[in-house]
């Protein structure tokens, strides 16, 4: 039989459009689903691209929030010590953004306490020194998931301390009440003063050949050289700021840290907040021995514990304090109604020691290291800040008019420099009684561990002039300091550029740089500036 070969094909056609049909509908299928994929995904990232914006408008706002908190500070540098919140602030240009911010509590505080430093500054660790808030940013309207898109900042502020340096002064001029002059006579810096202004008996005296200042060192004013003194670490850069330069002499600076563009650092003003924190108080004249993480008061042959939050304060009596220091042949026997600390010891566990009137070192105050003049090691820092003078006691018994001392050998006939004050016999005997033997007498290389702050006068050794060298040593050594000091005025420890008492071997304590003592004050001015910002993840 014939078989015709297009009936074939024909054929084999008719049977291949089934196939076909189904190729075609699972084409189109496909390309269904890759279209819905698609339309999913476009979708998907527009969400997600509308989320983003508006996860970072919301960022933005909390950045805003925490540049109106630095705002703030710019114009009232006290402005933290409020407690400060703001809530549901419009950014400026964008009505629809806003922004909350509060001032977060210290470690060991539970809320932030208007007036309390403690419950705002951070004391403890890497932290100290510095405080934090929160801003929080919202766009209205928004939705982030479920819920209306916010972000948070938290800021962590710093300011300048004066633990950041081994030395600090205001202005490099004797203490004008050491002269029995009125601060406001003195109250010029050195641009100043060489224009004419203040009184002309403001006086004015060197850093000397031996002197070592081995950190950090700032001062607001120019500093007088004579000799070589040196200034910072061999090996470091250390910040050596000394705002209107130097004169009359050519210091030795380690490294190149050498400014005049300095931060204006002045001291807090009163420590009165800090008096009334303390955990423990004593009124009148008081003395301590420090012995370990415990103390002996007032010779009573027993110890008590250091305060519970690490601040020790001495207040003066109800009938106030009428005893008007001078470094001249001060007594140590009429100031039984003053805010007066004589401290010395040995402490394993931080202390803040604050006197409402002088603290007075009249032995060597160590830590673990440094008992014989080392570096301290270990986690104790000690602080002494005192309302007016930080004082290294140095008694002077004058039997005759000679000035012949039973302690010291000779001191000068005239202090020079001293305001005219002179080495007698009828002023000295006044104070060498009882208490000052009681007290002990001249210490020789004296060491101290420890932060020094004079909110309002300065950090000096009483009758600094006595004795006089005629070969230009000192005749008590050097006074070995492992810490930091900052005071409004110079204090003196020595006389004159040809010797007299001590000369200085003040080390920075770097440990500072991390620790510092409870509740330690920090300057009066300058700005906060913004250590960090973190942002929590988003949600």
């Known amino acids: 039989m014939h078989v015709n070969p297009s009936h074939h094909l024909r054929r084999a056609a008719r049977d291949e459009r089934g196939f076909a ?157 050491t002269v029995k002059l009125a601060a406001s006579e003195c109250e010029y810096y050195y641009d100043e003063r060489e224009k004419g202004k203040g009184n002309a008996k403001c006086e004015d005296f060197p850093w000397i050949n031996g002197d070592a200042l081995k950190g950090p060192f700032h001062t607001n004013d120019a500093s007088e050289i004579s000799g070589t003194p040196v200034f910072g670490r061999e090996g470091h850069n250390d910040p050596i700021e000394m705002d209107e330069g130097y004169y009359d002499g050519t210091p030795k600076i380690n490294g190149n840290g050498y400014t005049t563009k300095g931060a204006v650092l002045l001291p807090p003003t009163a420590n009165a907040e800090l008096i009334k924190e303390a955990g423990t108080k004593y009124q009148g004249r008081t003395r301590v021995v420090l012995k370990g993480e415990s103390m002996e008061i007032n010779h009573s042959g027993t110890t008590v514990a250091f305060p519970s939050n690490g601040v020790l304060a001495i207040e003066n009596k109800s009938g106030g304090c009428h005893v008007t220091y001078t470094p001249f042949f001060p007594s140590y026997a009429t100031d039984t109604e003053c805010g007066d600390v004589y401290v010395k010891g040995e402490y394993t566990k931080s202390l803040t020691i604050i006197a409402e009137n002088d603290v007075i070192i009249n032995g060597n105050i160590t830590t673990t290291g440094g008992a014989t003049g080392g570096e301290p090691t270990g986690t104790a820092v000690l602080g002494l800040i005192a309302d007016k003078y930080v004082r290294l006691y140095h008694p002077v018994h004058v039997p005759s008019e000679d000035c012949e001392s039973e302690i010291t050998g000779k001191c000068k006939t005239e202090a020079t420099g001293g305001g005219g004050y002179s080495c007698n016999a009828e002023d000295s005997k006044e104070s060498y009684n009882s208490v000052t033997k009681e007290l002990g007498g001249a210490l020789e290389n004296p060491i101290i561990d420890a932060a020094i702050l004079s909110t309002k006068n300065s950090w000096g050794v009483d009758n600094f002039a006595c004795p006089d060298s005629a070969t230009g040593n000192p005749a008590l050594g050097e006074i070995k300091i492992w810490g930091s000091i900052a005071e409004d005025w110079r204090g003196r420890v020595t006389c004159c550029a040809a010797g007299g008492d001590y000369l200085k071997d003040y080390k920075w304590d770097s440990r500072l740089e991390n620790l510092q003592p409870p509740d330690f004050l920090p300057p009066a001015t300058t700005s906060w500036k913004i250590e960090r910002e973190t942002a929590p993840p988003e949600t």
Not at 31 to 45: E, I
Not at 47 to 52: D, E, L
């Open 21 to 177: 049909m189904i190729l075609a509908i699972l084409v189109l299928f496909i390309c269904g689903v890759l279209v819905t994929a698609t339309v999913v995904a476009t979708t998907d990232d527009v969400t997600q691209t509308h989320t983003y914006a508006n996860q970072q408008r919301a960022y933005d706002a909390a950045l805003a929030g925490v540049a109106a908190y630095r705002n703030q500070l710019s114009q009232n540098t006290e402005y933290w010590h409020e407690c400060p919140s703001e809530t549901s602030v419009s950014v400026p240009g964008a009505s629809e953004e806003t922004y909350t911010y509060k001032t977060l509590p210290a470690t060991g505080h539970s809320t932030c306490e208007k007036g309390v430093l403690s419950s705002v500054i951070e004391s403890n660790d890497s932290a100290s020194g510095t405080f934090r808030i929160e801003s929080t940013g919202t766009v209205t309207g928004s939705k982030c998931g479920s819920h209306t898109c916010s972000r948070s900042v938290v800021a962590t502020f710093h300011h300048p301390s004066f633990l950041d340096y081994v030395f600090v002064s205001n202005y490099e001029l004797a203490d004008p009440a």
